[in-house]
């Protein structure tokens, strides 16, 4: 399984009601959509450890595929990659893109 996960904060100019707005419907429909993905959630993270930790990250977004060449033939075309860039420079700022391959996960029989 690989999973796509990404960390986030907005824009200073973008309004964060708008963005949720958006991402809860439109967006959410478009990342499951994607060809190959088999789960796909979004996240507001508004607790951090230690205690009194702020978290570095407002927002997480993660995606599955069943494996690594159905992630890279999504995630890595040509189209995808500019409506990404275009998206991220819109509205994105101190992001980070992680790719994993999970190794193993609850509920797993090997």
């Known amino acids: 399984m690989i999973r796509l ?3 986030y904060n907005l824009r200073s100019d973008v309004d964060e009601k708008e963005f949720l707005e958006w991402r809860l419907t439109e967006h959410q429909k478009s990342n499951s959509s994607m060809p190959g993905v088999v789960h796909t959630d979004f996240a507001q993270n508004n607790l951090a450890w230690p205690p009194n930790t702020k978290p570095k990250y407002r927002f997480m977004t993660t995606a ?11 995630f890595y075309d040509p ?6 860039q275009n998206g991220v420079e819109k509205t ?7 790719i994993g391959d999970v190794l193993i996960s609850s509920g797993s029989t090997e």
């Open 92 to 98: 994105l700022s101190d992001y980070v893109f992680l």
């Open 64 to 74: 599955e595929w069943q494996n690594m060449d159905e992630f890279e033939e999504v």
């Open 79 to 84: 189209t995808f990659q500019e409506e990404l």
């Open 5 to 7: 996960t990404v960390l």
